[in-house]
């Protein structure tokens, strides 16, 4: 195993230990998904819902559900096995990638990518694993056209019921492509027939699939039309970069070693990279948050497969030029995860102290409660532990506690379901996360009393209950 591998890898095991370790997942949507498995069906209280993107979350969340219902286990076993589970998922495509690769390529820029997004329980983890190893067996040339027709079919279909910015990622790689000539490089044709092919097919399946299998749950609805141009907007995505320098960073480690193919030499160019990446590395001490993770998706699809185009023409000479940059790179990651998980635990130290028995209202608790979500001045960007007076309060919960709906949960399982804090939502469209008829059908099956009260007050606050949006 070569020493960039090596390091990624290890970044990604110290992510996942110390995120099961904090149980991050339960602190933006996983708090959602992870607690279906748990109160219900999985399938029938969320991902029912998204049934266009529902291979991808059963993949990543389905197995801890099963064992679940399986091994009877309780809410402590439940939630540690699911956060490993999840975890296992990009290490066992990773794992596939290097079974079918010619070079390592593909695995290393899939685990880069992984370990930039871990923290935010997109379904993108599992449809870029996937689309990269059929675009491993479609370069192949010793594949034959039918295996890759094959492959392109059974791909395809896991594809299609992933996410639907996979076929934005494909047309990204042909467009690419086509101007790699510009540079006296070029791509074989078979891969960008194929990708083509393949990203029109896929582009087509989601228009119809709005129409097929649309949102049942219209908050949700509402949420993915605020959000449908995340993928496609320069502003947002230069936003984000803003934010979070050091998403930046990272993208500009995965890119540079490309940098011959585009005819780029500069003798300092060395330097330049490792004083980029002392900068990231402040970054991902001082500036890591809730938001970090989940914005990296918007922009790591396209800097992945610029990455990857780039290094096609020449992949053991971009392996080569890459082990410094990858090792760079994993270092940043590791050491944002520490700084994330350190946040993680001081949040869970000041839940511990706020928690009531029941489910209490946090903006009743007799200390006021730190809700203000943090606006992105600079000091919060480059220096959060400066941010306001007191760092937990001033910097950790405005930060953590950024998604209103997860604290419900959160606190239920951190209460070990003796109570939860909650906050409140407003009328409007406003998220709420399930569907009232499959609330009303986990209770009529919960597990015990505790599960029973907390169903009935997700049945009162936290739940669509029609085509038009309830405010209660």
């Known amino acids: 195993?070569?020493?960039?591998?090596?390091?990624?890898?290890?970044?990604?095991?110290?992510?996942?230990?110390?995120?099961?370790?904090?149980?991050?997942?339960?602190?933006?949507?996983?708090?959602?998904?992870?607690?279906?498995?748990?109160?219900?069906?999985?399938?029938?209280?969320?991902?029912?819902?998204?049934?266009?993107?529902?291979?991808?979350?059963?993949?990543?969340?389905?197995?801890?559900?099963?064992?679940?219902?399986?091994?009877?286990?309780?809410?402590?076993?439940?939630?540690?096995?699911?956060?490993?589970?999840?975890?296992?998922?990009?290490?066992?495509?990773?794992?596939?990638?290097?079974?079918?690769?010619?070079?390592?390529?593909?695995?290393?820029l899939y685990l880069a990518l992984a370990l930039a997004m871990i923290y935010f329980p997109t379904e993108l983890i599992v449809g870029v694993g996937v689309w990269l190893i059929w675009l491993a067996l479609v370069s192949?040339?010793?594949?034959?056209?039918?295996?890759?027709?094959?492959?392109?079919l059974l791909l395809g279909a896991i594809m299609a019921f992933s996410h639907p910015a996979l076929a934005l990622m494909g047309l990204f790689f042909v467009a690419a492509g086509l101007a790699l000539p510009l540079f006296g490089q070029r791509l074989p044709a078979r891969s960008l027939v194929a990708a083509a092919v393949l990203s029109v097919a896929l582009l087509a399946f989601y228009l119809a699939a709005t129409r097929w299998l649309p949102l049942t749950n219209p908050t949700d609805g509402a949420s993915q039309e605020a959000n449908r141009f995340?993928?496609?907007?320069?502003?947002?995505?230069?936003?984000?970069?803003?934010?979070?320098?050091?998403?930046?960073?990272?993208?500009?480690?995965?890119?540079?070693?490309?940098?011959?193919?585009?005819?780029l030499r500069w003798r300092f160019l060395p330097l330049a990279t490792l004083a980029i990446a002392v900068f990231g590395l402040w970054c991902a001490a001082a500036g890591t948050s809730l938001k970090t993770s989940a914005w990296t998706r918007h922009t790591g699809l396209y800097a992945m497969t610029l990455a990857l185009v780039l290094a096609l023409p020449a992949p053991a000479a971009w392996l080569r030029r890459a082990e410094r940059p990858l090792i760079l790179f994993a270092t940043i990651a590791a050491v944002s995860a520490l700084s994330f998980n350190i946040d993680l635990w001081l949040f869970?130290?000041?839940?511990?102290?706020?928690?009531?028995?029941?489910?209490?209202?946090?903006?009743?608790l007799p200390a006021p409660w730190p809700s203000q979500r943090p606006e992105p001045v600079a000091g919060r960007i480059l220096f959060k532990f400066g941010v306001g007076e007191k760092y937990v309060r001033d910097g950790v919960m405005p930060s953590y506690d950024w998604s209103r709906i997860p604290l419900a949960f959160y606190t239920y399982f951190r209460s070990d379901r003796q109570g939860a804090l909650f906050h409140p939502l407003g009328g409007g469209a406003e998220w709420r996360p399930f569907e009232c008829p499959a609330v009303a059908r986990a209770l009529a099956q919960a597990r015990d009393a505790q599960d029973r009260q907390f169903l009935e007050f997700l049945a009162q606050h936290y739940c669509a209950r029609s085509a038009g949006l309830s405010d209660r």
Do not use: N
Request: charged share 15%.
């Open 230 to 263: 995340a993928y496609l907007s320069p502003v947002w995505m230069l936003r984000t970069l803003m934010y979070f320098p050091m998403i930046a960073v990272l993208w500009f480690l995965l890119l540079v070693p490309g940098a011959d193919t585009l005819r």
């Open 348 to 364: 869970g130290r000041f839940i511990d102290r706020a928690l009531r028995p029941g489910i209490v209202d946090a903006a009743t």
């Open 140 to 152: 192949d040339p010793a594949r034959s056209i039918a295996g890759v027709v094959l492959a392109t």
């Open 1 to 108: 195993m070569d020493r960039s591998d090596k390091a990624l890898l290890a970044a990604f095991l110290l992510a996942a230990g110390l995120g099961t370790w904090t149980r991050c997942l339960m602190h933006d949507d996983g708090a959602v998904i992870l607690s279906s498995g748990w109160l219900g069906s999985l399938w029938d209280l969320y991902a029912s819902q998204i049934a266009s993107r529902a291979v991808a979350v059963l993949a990543m969340h389905g197995p801890a559900w099963l064992a679940r219902a399986a091994f009877d286990l309780d809410a402590g076993a439940y939630l540690t096995l699911a956060h490993v589970l999840y975890f296992a998922v990009p290490l066992l495509l990773w794992l596939m990638l290097r079974v079918v690769e010619r070079d390592r390529l593909f695995s290393r």
